[in-house]
Each structure stands twice: as C-alpha cells, then as structure tokens.
C-alpha cells in the first residue's frame, strides 16, 4: 500500500517548540506511569471481578499490554517516517486513551486482559514516537548541554518510582479503575495539544507501507514472548507447547527476515544492521532491557521475601533509583559528555551496583541497598537516554523512525527474555540449596526451616544480579566498541529537505552541526 506525504512544514517556532517538548515529557511520564501502576493492584483487581480463579490470570493481565505494544514496535517505526511523526503521535495517544476508558469499565478479567491489549497497541507508540518527535522538535543549530536527556532521565524515573505508589493510593482511596481513568485527562489534553503545536517536517516522497513484514514481525516477537511467560513456569522447557512456540518463533523470523530482504521498502531495514553503531546500540540496548528487570523485580523480592517489607513500602526503594536516573542526566548536562562516554559510564555504574547487590546477605543494612539503588539509577539513566541519541544520530534521516521504535524493540524483546532467564536462575539455585524445591512456599514456614529457607532465597537471588552483572559487562564490551561516524549519516546524506538533527532536545548538536560525537 503506497501513501503520499505532504511536504515538509514550516520551521516551528520558539513556543511551539517549547509546548511540543512539555507534550512529549507528558506522554513520557504517562507511558512509565502505565508500565509500573498496575502491578500495585492486582489484588483489588482480582477481588472484584474474578476472585475464584482470577489470580491464575494475573500473569496475562500485566503481559496482554506487553505483548501488543511489543508487536506493534516496527509498524510504528515505518509509519513515523511514511506518514510523519506527528499523525502517528495522535494516532497512539486516541489509541491508548480508548483501551484506558475500556479497561477502567471493564466487566470481567477477560475483558480487562483484551482491553489491556487494546491499551498496548497505543502504549507501544507513547515512549517510541514520542522519541521520534522529540528528535525531530531539536533545531539542528542548537548547540548546549544534555537537557533533554536530563530531564528524560527524571520522567523515567519518576514514573518508575511513583507508579506502584500511585496504584496503591488509587485503589485505597478510590477505586483500582481510577489507575486507567487517570490517564484521559492527561492523554486528552497531550491529544487536543499536539493537534495544533507539533508542526513536525515530513517529506513529500512516495512510500509503501510493507504489512506483511509488520505481521511477520509481531508472530515472531509475540511467540517468542509467549516462550518467555511460560516457559519453565506454566510449561516445562521441555514440553511440546515450549518446543512448539520455540520452532514457530525460529520459523517465523526466518520468514520476516526473507520479507526484510525482499520488500521494497521493510519496516525494519537489514541496510540498519550494515551500520556498525546501530548494530552495536541494538545489541547493548537489548541487554540493559534484560539486565533492568532483573535488578527492579528481584530487589523487590528480596525486600519482601528475605526482610518482610511490604510492597508499598518496598517500593519506595524506588525512589534512590529514580534519584540516580536524574542526577545521572545532570551530571552529564554539566560535563558535556559525549553519548558515547555516557554509554561508557553508565554501564560500568550499572555493572558495579549490579555486583554489589550480588554481595546482599539477610542481615544487609538497608541502607546499603538504598545507595546501590542510587547508583544502579545513575546507570541506566545513562544508557538508556543516551543509547538513543546515539542511534538517532547515526540513522540515516529517512529511517529515523524505524531506527528510534528498533532500539524501543530490542529493549522490550531483552527485558521479555530477561524475565524468563532470571526467573529459571532462581528457580534452579533453589531448588538446590532450599527447603520443599520452591521459593513459593516460604511464607508457610517457621523457625529454623523458614531461616533456612530464605538464607537460599537470598543466595539465589544473588545469583540473579550476579548473571545480571555479567549481562551488562558484556553491554560494556559492546560499548567499547562503538566507532561514532565524524559525520552522522542523518545529516551527511543526500535526501530531499533541510539537515535533521536527530537528537534530543538541549543535548549537543549531531556531528557535522558543530560538535563531535
């Protein structure tokens, strides 16, 4: 299906640019906001609308919206740089907006489950477009520090820390629908908004949307999402639905990678792969998805398992994280530090505070685990906010949007995978040193057999973050070999319209603007 572009638009002004950024930084806060905020109410959920079987149903309840918005990843790419920044914006904020009023009225758990989906399929374009149009709101004569990835970096974690503590004050203090209803006063207004100040450039250039290859690409992510959520817990690894979704997955990437190399025009371009900074971001971008939930779930565990915290309470641990992630883009803001240095930076903070928490004992002051937060923080705020500027500076103009939603796709895919890697690590370990074979019936036991018990929940645990601290030494070596372009192809290559900078807002000019990557 081929579509027709408008020209481009006239250069935004001052204000508008300044609206358009202040829309973004919502749309940012509403899609972390989204990701944590259910996982605090459950329960209540499960009371009202299924409480004799809905508690089985709860993994599908959180992974329904991961899954649809994973799906839908490479679409949005391709429809960003086919049809322009701003259309698909709307479009995902109208589409994530319905799924929330649908959820907020559903009647049952499965509609609640469908509805989430619907509620994913817009949440999918909320953090990657948004990027998308952030990069294109930067004028390419700015010059100055890493604002952007600063101010990113505090949205980030302030969703991430707020989140579950909103759930929770929502659902006792209201009702658990108000964690969806809380979302169109906002979305409306970053809706009517950007309708009349996101005047975002686009080209008038003749493009065919490749369908099938977004069909291809959503069957593959999806069964293999599937193996991540069920395997080892729901089925054995073993099993032939385990073994069946595994073949499918291999069969089905073999197709969309024959699809990518045969469409006129794929919605996720192998001619990335060729560039040896996408290529690299790609890789460490999945990594440090991976690495991330393994730090976020297993800390809460611990917190909650090992030293009997409450899940309110545990969850402002959170908030030293959230802390690290800000101060992380200030820092960086002050220092004038290239992407490629931040990247450099930030895993090695993430690596040390991974390894730290793999030293946490029973008795760990948690003070202790606090500070380690705080750095784990300072970590990935940087990789996360800098790794995209550094593919958005590489990218090629016209694939801008294909190369922002591709780092968003490996980020999810690895931190999918990562649930399940993690997952069986505990399990295993022990299974091996613990009582009864499981960690999920430690709450029922007393005296010296509980002790026992959660001295191996704990060295499991450590085991966790210590497989984590080897993920992201591998993340590191992978940074290391980053070889940033004098001249980013986003403004080197010929291509019809002005020069796009391709970076955050505040943050330094692409290369060939007046700055070295």
Known sequence: MCFKVAPMTAPLSSGKRKAGFAL????????????????AVTVPIVEDLDPAHGIDRISWLISAFALASTAVLPLYGKLCDTLGAKRVFLGAVAVFLVGSALCGAAGSMDQLI?????????????????????????????????KGSAVGGLVAGTGMALGPLLGAFLSDHADWRWIFYVNLPIGLAVLIGGAFVLDLPHHGVRHRIDFLGAALAAAFSTTLLLVAEWGGRDHGWGSPVILGLLGGSAALLALFLWRQATAAEPVLP????RNPVLRVGFAVQGLVGLALIGAIVYVMLYLQVARSIAPTSASLFMLPMALGMAGAGLVTTRLGASPK????SGALCAGAAMGLLALTDVDTDLWVVRGEMLLLGAGFGQLLGQLIVLVQQAAPRHQLGVATTGVRFFQTLGTSLGSALF???????????????????????????????????????????AVAAGVVGVALLL???????????????????????????GQAPAPGHGSAA
């Open 479 to 505: 940074a290391l070999r980053l070889r940033v372009p004098a001249v980013a192809p986003a403004v080197a290559e010929e291509s019809p319209g002005p020069a796009l900078s391709p970076s955050l807002p």
């Open 24 to 39: 973004c930084l919502a749309t940012m806060l509403l899609a972390v906001l989204d990701q944590n905020i259910v996982s």
């Open 270 to 273: 192998l001619s990335l792969f």
């Open 341 to 344: 240095t931040s990247v450099i």
């Open 114 to 146: 469908a509805f989430r989906a619907v509620q994913g399929i817009g949440g999918g374009g909320l953090m990657s477009v948004t990027m998308v149009v952030i990069a294109q709101l930067k004028e390419p004569v700015e010059k100055g520090g890493g």
């Open 423 to 465: 997952g069986t690590v505990l399990a295993r370990v022990y299974a091996a040193e613990g009582p009864g074979g499981s960690a999920s019936g430690i709450a029922s036991l007393r005296g010296a057999e509980r002790a026992d018990a959660v001295g191996a929940f704990v060295t499991s645990v450590d085991t966790v973050f």
